[in-house]
Structures are given as C-alpha cells and as structure tokens.
C-alpha cells in the first residue's frame, strides 16, 4: 500500500465525512470563516470593556445578541423544515457580512459607541436565529445519516481550532492596529463560506406542506414530538442547563483576566486559545470514536467534568493553571455538545428536524441572555472567581437532578410494563 492509498484509508476510517464532496468543500469554506468569527468576537468584547469598563454592560451585550434566538427560534424552525436550507444559510452569512464591514467602518471612523455595539449585534442576533439551526440541520445533508456524528464532531474540530487561530490573530491585531482589522478580517472571511456554499450541490430535504399552514401548531407539534421522547427531553435540559452556567466566556475570561489575574489582551487571547485547544483535542477524539454512536452517560460525565474545573478555576490566581483548567474544560465541553447534537439529529425523524435543532439552538444559543446576565451580574457583584464557583456547583447540583429524575422516570416505566 503506498502513501497516497494508505492515507486515503485512514481518512475513510477515522474521518468517513471528509470523503462526502460536498461536506468537504463546505468544511473547508467554514476552516476560513469561522477563525474571522472568533477574531471579531475577543474584538467585541474588549472593545465594550474598554469603552464601558463595565462587567455588567458586556453581559447585556451577550444578553441582547442572543435575545433574539431566546424568542424567535421556534418560529425559525417551521421555517428550515419549510425551505432549502443552503438558500437561508447563503442569505443568513451575507447578512453577517454586511453587519461586520458596518462595525469595521464604525471602529475605523472613530465613531463607534456602546449603543452602536448593541444595535448591530442585536440584528446579528435576528440572523443567527435562523442560521444556527439552519446549519445544524443542514448538516445530515452534506454528509449522510451514517457519518453525521464525525461531521459533527469534524465541524466542531473547525470551530476550535478557530478559537486557537482566531483569538491569537484578534489579541494581535487589537494589539498592534485596533479592534476595527478584527471586524473587517471578520467581513472577508465570510466570502469563504459563500463561495463553499455556492459550490455545494445537494438534495435538499423539504418537509411536504401541510393542509393546514398553522406555524403555531407546526411549534406545538414539535415540542410535543421532544416531550414524549426521553433521549430528547432529557438531552435538551441538560444543554439548557449548559447553556445558562458553563457557555458564558465571553463574559467570564475577559474578566477573570483583567480584574483577578492583573493581565491584558495577550493573556486574555491565550486563554480563550486554550480553551479552543482543548475543544479541538475533544473535537477530534470524539470523531475517531464516532461509530460508537451518542450515549446519553457522555453526557452526564462530561457535564461533571465541566462543573469541577469551573470550580476549580474559581480558586486559581495564576494563568498558568487557568490555562490548563481551561484546555481540560474545553476537551470536555465538546464530548458534550457533540453527543448532544449527534443524540439529537439522529433519533430525530426527518419531518421534525429543523424543529428539534431550532429547540437545540434555543436552549443552547438561546438561553444566552439569562446565561449572560447571570454571569454578569454576579461578576459584578461578587467577582470573576465567586461567579465561576457559583456557575460550577449550579451546573452539577441541576445535572444531577436531571439524571435523577430520568433514572426515576425509566424505574417507574419499567415496573408498569
């Protein structure tokens, strides 16, 4: 066997997405995007504390951006099992373009404000609504029912390794130019996935119209479809609680980095990178072992993990341990959300998909705000230290309660039949 054969084995047997054309070009397209993505989010973020210096103004920040994802994803969800996803997913990114050019443009003219902040990243909001679950779903499109555990797995991969490179190039960028070239690398970078999307030719699974064209009930329907299937249910709370405790970095680091730790951008775009660094290593462990398929104890002992390096993180006042408490909980984190989102898309029927994710991205994206708030509020009040411990214990206390209640539902399941 030569080189050329046995690589081309080991990709089929370890990264069996990478073989379908389309999920390819596609990821590729997103290895360019997304590291703009994360550039323009440390960007954000230092931005709004440099001009405000307030903990609790970059928590409503977070609050607003996700606001929209809080009260419109179930309504996005009709709407992705109604229509292409590849034609909504082309329009959402464009419009992101668009909205990081305008906050470039702002930076660079000198007149960019708080409320300028808040107002783009609040239409932002309005796009991702509908763009996140309409990528998800969009997905077992892309690369089939068999390997969408590795594409997911692989897309994750893609995202952490843009939180390695995107962080350092925006911590290098703000440092020697401005926060405004992390915006605008952001703006081109979105041409990647365009053009990666126009290039993609796939058979789009349209959801049959319904007699009745009742978006209210279509919601109805899906949330009763996730209530009497326990892998789902139980698989949504626990991101939920996820979601609320554990995905607020943006509001947590910047923070922890410059009122505990006594450091600035490069040590703050160090440990945002090594939290991608542990993600990827997740990401990419998860999708060497991706034919063993979701398993719902993943979940649970991942989610422990999470909650016992926050609290341990509390305790830290070095970036050195800071640092390797966030490489573990970013392996941790991934071996999370992708069984999470592998658990759902595969034991979610065809016709309710674009419902389930946008449930998904609800209580994932969406549980933002309150998350955000949280997590402001109590920095504000008590410190970056008191709000990971808070965070930690919250997150394993509600995780434990969930499991329990489970566990008691099956018991009693079982002795009925």
Known sequence: MNIY??????????????????????????????????????????????????????????????????FFSLFAGVIIDRYPKK?????????????AFTLSALVFTHTVTYEHILILALILGFSNTIDMPSRQAFTIE???????????????????????????????????????WCFL??????MAVIVSLLKVKVTPYVRKKVSENNMLKEIKDGLKYIAREPALLQTILMVLIIGIFVFNFN???????????????????????????GSLFGALMVSVKSKSGPNIKILLRSSIMISLTFILISFTRTYYYTTILLVITGIFNIWFSTTANST?????KD?????????????????SPI?????????????????????????????????????????????TS
């Open 87 to 99: 034609q909504i997913i082309l329009i959402t990114q464009f419009a992101a373009m668009i909205l």
């Open 371 to 415: 998350g955000n708030m949280f997590a402001g509020i109590t920095t504000d009040r008590f410190g970056a230290n008191i709000a990971f411990l808070l965070s930690g214990v919250l997150t394993l206390v509600l995780i434990a309660l969930v499991s329990l209640w489970f566990k008691l539902r099956q018991t009693t399941r079982d002795a």
């Open 251 to 277: 509001i947590l680091i910047p923070v922890f980095t410059k009122n505990i730790l006594q450091q600035g951008e490069k040590t703050y775009g160090l440990l945002m990178s090594a939290l991608g660094v």
């Open 351 to 367: 016709e309710y998909r674009g419902r389930v994710m946008s449930v998904y991205s609800l209580v994932f994206a969406g549980a």
């Open 142 to 180: 892309l690369a089939g029912k068999q390997d969408l555990m590795n594409a997911i797995a692989l897309n994750s991969a893609t995202f952490n390794l843009a939180r390695i490179i995107g962080p350092a190039i925006g911590a290098l960028l703000m440092a020697s130019f401005g926060a405004g």
């Open 5 to 70: 054969q046995y690589s081309k084995s080991a990709l089929r047997t370890n990264f069996p997405a990478l073989t379908h054309k389309n999920f390819r070009i596609y990821w590729l397209g997103q290895c360019v995007s997304l590291i703009g993505t994360w550039a323009q989010s440390i960007g954000q973020t230092w931005l709004v504390l440099s001009l405000t210096g307030s903990p609790l103004l970059l928590g409503i920040l977070g609050a607003i951006q996700f606001l929209p994802i809080t």
């Open 185 to 190: 690398l952001n703006g081109f970078s979105f």
């Open 344 to 348: 759902l898309q595969i034991t979610t």
